[in-house]
């Protein structure tokens, strides 16, 4: 039986162009799909159609139907549909409406009507489900990004609903967490709909690939027949496992009496991004030199490959005389000559580096490490009294690179890490790696 039917659905939002265009599928009860494709495509407003929220919370011009659970979105509030669909989307702050980790939960049950007697039976199981039974008493303004997702995907589940829509659901757990929040999804008895830039974990979990392109929907197929047609058309699609450049498990530090780490896990693999963020204190620059090899962890395991690492005052680290010679230390000078041209340093070979301005000297040292060609690649701060020229240029740069090595970035600048990185990975002070 279909829990929801869309029909020729077209959408644009207000002033903007076309981002849905003639979409039509049905999902039945008990269903499980993937919905892939590239920014822009689509996939976030067909989930926000599902649940309602287009065409009457995101205001836009509106063709066709989407009819879930036998109510059409055009004639019902998503309020309507809460005990019918679910969503959990990117963003877990913007969900959380209570102060308290178990009211929160409880509070979509309240709007559904839930009996009073069961509404903590089941918020409580919810929480269980997803393994954040130990937060039911924390305040939600005191939990990580990889907390509150939990919590907002308990949220949903508690209202048991026949359709799960998820957008970008891992995108703040670490690579075992993913594994245990799909292990559990595949396990559900109700429709579930998962939106996912990295598909590896998702193809392997579901019964049916739906690809999104330009607003419309290219594929639609069991999953042995996609990843045939991934492998033809998007083959960067297809599930893969890159190298592991750096695997730091359950390390601890301690700075004479101040411990700096404790139980912190962290992994990078060659092609992605990692930024790593958190508060003054939390121990992000000393996670990042373990990671480096540059500090030898009191316990755990590190394991990785070659690795650079840039200071966060790297104009200080100069020895040579020479702007070539000081970048083709590490490496040789033909591979020393490609790389200050792609920084914009070509012109200024022959110079001395103190000679050079204070963000040609950043840009120097940037080259020297690059240069090395290392497996893994760690930033401290790279962004620091850069102006916004220059981190865009840095994001295009590290961007262009990223499938030749893994790199870990250490950042203050939120926003900008939230435009390069692929993951962001949350320290907390003295608690080690929330992911």
Known sequence: ?????????????????????????????????????????????????????????????FSGSVVVGGIDTREARPAQLAGTVASVFQDPEDQIVMAKVVNEVAFGLENIGVKAGDIWARSEEALALVGAEPLSGRLTAELSGGELQRVVLASALALRPRLLLLDEPTSQLDPDA????????????????????????????????????????????????????????????????????????????????????????LEVRRGEIVALVGP?????????????????????????????????????????????????????????????????????????????????????????????????????????????ERKAELVRLLRSEASTRGTLVVTHDLPWAAEVADRVVELEVREGVRA
Request: net charge negative; charged share 20%; aromatic share 4%.
């Open 178 to 265: 993913a594994e245990a929040f799909f292990d559990l999804v595949e396990g559900l008895p109700c429709a579930v709909l998962v939106s996912e830039q990295r598909p590896a974990r998702p193809l392997a979990h579901v019964d049916r690939v739906l690809f999104m392109d330009g607003g419309r929907i290219v594929l639609d197929a069991p999953r042995a027949a996609a990843l045939e047609w991934l492998a033809a058309h998007r083959p960067l699609y297809l599930p893969h496992a890159p190298e592991l450049v750096c695997s730091v498990r359950d390390v601890r530090f301690v700075y004479g009496d101040r411990l700096a780490l404790d139980a912190a896990s």
């Open 280 to 388: 003054n204190g939390a121990g992000k620059t000393t996670l990042a030199q373990i990671a480096a090899g540059l500090l030898e962890p009191d316990a755990g395991s590190v394991v990785h490959g070659r690795a650079a690492y840039l200071t966060q005052d790297p104009g200080r680290h100069v020895v040579s005389e020479h702007v070539l010679d000081e970048v083709a230390l590490g490496s040789d000078e033909s591979r020393a000559r490609v790389v200050l041209a792609k920084l914009g340093l070509a012109e200024r070979l022959d110079r001395h580096p103190r000679d050079l301005s204070s963000g040609e000297r950043e840009r120097l040292a940037l080259a020297a490490v690059l240069a090395t060609e290392p497996d893994l690649l760690v930033l401290d701060e790279p962004t620091r009294g850069v102006d916004p």
């Open 1 to 61: 039986m279909a829990v929801a039917v869309v029909s020729a659905l077209g959408f644009a939002y207000t002033d903007g162009a076309p981002v849905l265009a003639d979409v039509s599928l049905e999902l039945s009860d008990g269903e499980h799909a993937v919905l892939l494709g590239p920014s822009g495509s689509g996939k976030s407003t067909l989930l926000r159609a599902l649940a309602g929220l287009v065409p009457h919370f995101h205001g836009g011009v």
